[in-house]
């Protein structure tokens, strides 16, 4: 067995740092070509995506605002039945005017309570937003 025979011919390309003869055709400007192509296919792909996704965000919110003021309308007019009712039902105790001042009293006053509430938090919101500290 001659000396050189199990050693690896320096002119094989198969080991781990070969290159094959299409690569010697390559160029740095083809290797920046093909990358200002992948990246011009990623942008498109990613503004497909962006596109589908905002299409998606306002098919929801469009559905949520009909679904938000469909149970609007119908609280109003439970609301409105609520007070009918009470009106009926109080009539015969307290005469129809005394039904009515007693419902629209309560109404008003659950309405004060409600802005109450409502105007404290959002001084809390404003105090907050602002960096105030006292609330």
């Known amino acids: 067995m001659?000396?050189?025979?199990?050693?690896?011919?320096?002119?094989?390309?198969?080991?781990p740092?070969?290159?094959?003869?299409?690569?010697?055709?390559?160029?740095?400007?083809d290797d920046v070509?093909?990358?200002?192509?992948?990246?011009?296919?990623?942008?498109?792909?990613?503004l497909a995506f962006q596109k589908s996704r905002a299409a998606l965000v306002a098919d929801g919110a469009k559905s949520a605002a009909v679904l938000g003021a469909l149970a609007?309308?119908?609280?109003?007019?439970a609301l409105v039945?609520?007070?009918i009712?009470?009106?009926?039902?109080?009539?015969?105790?307290?005469t129809a005017w005394g039904a009515t001042a007693v419902v629209v009293?309560?109404?008003l006053l659950a309405a004060f309570f409600a802005v109450r509430v409502a105007g404290?938090?959002?001084?809390?919101?404003?105090?907050?937003?602002?960096?105030?500290s006292t609330p």
């Open 2 to 15: 001659p000396l050189g025979e199990d050693a690896a011919d320096p002119n094989e390309r198969d080991g």
């Open 17 to 29: 740092l070969a290159y094959h003869d299409d690569e010697v055709d390559r160029s740095l400007v």
């Open 33 to 46: 070509e093909a990358l200002i192509d992948d990246g011009k296919t990623y942008l498109e792909a990613e």
């Open 72 to 77: 609007a309308v119908c609280a109003v007019l």
């Open 81 to 83: 039945a609520l007070a």
């Open 85 to 94: 009712g009470l009106l009926l039902a109080l009539t015969p105790l307290i």
């Open 105 to 107: 009293g309560g109404l």
């Open 120 to 132: 404290k938090r959002w001084r809390n919101m404003m105090s907050a937003v602002s960096g105030d």
